[in-house]
T-cell receptor, first 116, second 117 residues
Framework: SQQGEEDPQALSIQEGENATMNCSYKTSINNLQWYRQNSGRGLVHLILIRSNEREKHSGRLRVTLDTSKKSSSLLITASRAADTASYFCATDIYNAGGTSYGKLTFGQGTILTVHP | GAGVSQSPSNKVTEKGKDVELRCDPISGHTALYWYRQSLGQGLEFLIYFQGNSAPDKSGLPSDRFSAERTGGSVSTLTIQRTQQEDSAVYLC???????????????FGSGTRLTVV
């Protein structure tokens, strides 16, 4: 498996329900980020959580990070049809020298479909 | 500019031709990254620029791929002798603090969809 794997690969829910997506990674991270992509084009940065943080909120988004399990989850509450998109986690990992220059490694993404 | 601009948005080229893809990052962003995304796949890292230098070219798939950045701003990704497997969406992103970790997130352009026929 590779750095940054999302689970599930696809998620289909009704409007108003919550959507939870998970991400696992392999190596020590500086931070972990979630992005949304509509229609296979540019990605939009949603939220960043640093390695010393455990939970972060932004509007209807809640991200958790468990560095002991090397995993993160993205929760979208009260989903809307407009939330339909692909969601990617991306990890900013430390290089061999113990530093990071900000190269992000992306997972394969979760396709979320919210039905009206 | 207000965002990351990429051109062209779409490019269809014949196998064996060379193509140039352009990225104009957000003004003042020192870090610039190129990724490519094949249909239904995640993003594959190609190259990273800090200023005009490229500390990490590890993702370039072959010597047919090259990139440069001038004036700490615009970057050009060149693919020589294109092959059908080069067909993908090529995404550019910039960040203000690449040298200190991507602590501010990336801003992505809308990408160039390259089709090699």
């Amino acid at each position: 498996s590779q750095q940054g794997e999302e689970d599930p690969q696809a998620l289909s829910i009704q409007e108003g329900e919550n959507a939870t997506m998970n991400c696992s990674y392999k190596t020590s991270i500086n931070n972990l980020q979630w992005y949304r992509q509509n229609s296979g084009r540019g990605l939009v940065h949603l939220i960043l959580i640093r390695s010393n943080e455990r939970e972060k909120h932004s509007g209807r988004l809640r991200v958790t990070l468990d560095t002991s399990k090397k995993s993160s989850s993205l929760l979208i509450t009260a989903s809307r049809a407009a939330d339909t998109a692909s969601y990617f986690c991306a990890t900013d990992i430390y290089n061999a020298g113990g530093t990071s220059y900000g190269k992000l490694t992306f997972g394969q993404g979760t396709i979320l479909t919210v039905h009206p | 500019g207000a965002g990351v601009s990429q051109s062209p948005s779409n490019k269809v080229t014949e196998k064996g031709k060379d193509v140039e893809l352009r990225c104009d990052p957000i003004s003042g962003h020192t870090a610039l990254y190129w990724y490519r995304q094949s249909l239904g796949q995640g993003l594959e890292f190609l190259i990273y620029f800090q200023g005009n230098s490229a500390p990490d070219k590890s993702g370039l798939p072959s010597d047919r791929f090259s990139a440069e950045r001038t004036g700490g701003s615009v970057s050009t990704l060149t693919i020589q002798r294109t092959q059908q497997e080069d067909s993908a969406v090529y995404l550019c992103a910039s960040s203000s603090r690449g040298g200190f970790g991507a602590n501010y997130g990336y801003t992505f352009g809308s990408g160039t969809r390259l089709t090699v026929v």
